[in-house]
C-alpha cells in the first residue's frame, strides 16, 4: 500500500508553466513505474507521462517537447514540470504507481486550470 499526495496545480494563462509534485508515502523504487494522468470533464482518465524505475520515459503525443516527467527515489518524489501549457491542459492530474503494466495506487488529484 502507498498513499500518494499531488500539488502545485492551479490556474494559469497560455503559455504558461506549472510544476506538479507528487510525494509517495513510501519507497518508490519498487514500483515498475510512476505516471502522471489526466482527465478534463466528460473525458476518460488518459496517460500524461511515465518514468520506469529504469529512468525510461514515455510521453502523450499531446504534451511532447513541452512536459518533462522526472522523479527523486531519495525524497520518494515525481514531478511533472509543464511549460507551453495550453487551455486543452485543463484537467485533474493524477499521480500513479505501477507495480506492473496498469496502475495500481492513485493520488487524489489536483486542478490544472490553463485559460486563453
Known amino acids: 500500500q502507498v498513499q500518494l499526495v499531488e500539488s502545485g496545480g492551479g490556474s494559469v494563462q497560455t503559455g504558461g508553466s506549472l510544476r506538479l509534485s507528487c510525494v509517495a508515502s513510501?519507497?518508490?523504487?519498487?514500483?515498475?513505474?510512476m505516471a502522471w494522468y489526466r482527465q478534463a470533464p466528460g473525458k476518460q482518465r488518459d496517460l500524461v507521462a511515465k518514468?520506469?524505475?529504469?529512468?525510461?520515459?514515455n510521453y502523450a503525443d499531446s504534451v511532447k517537447g513541452r512536459f518533462t516527467i522526472s522523479r527523486d527515489n531519495a525524497k520518494n518524489m515525481v514531478y511533472l514540470q509543464m511549460n507551453s501549457l495550453k487551455p486543452e491542459d485543463t484537467a485533474v492530474y493524477y499521480c500513479?504507481?505501477?507495480?506492473?503494466?496498469?496502475?495500481?495506487?492513485w493520488g487524489q488529484g489536483t486542478q490544472v486550470t490553463v485559460s486563453s
Open positions: 513510501r519507497s518508490i523504487s519498487s514500483f515498475a513505474a
Open positions: 500513479a504507481a505501477v507495480r506492473r503494466f496498469n496502475p495500481n495506487y
Open positions: 518514468i520506469t524505475s529504469s529512468g525510461n520515459i
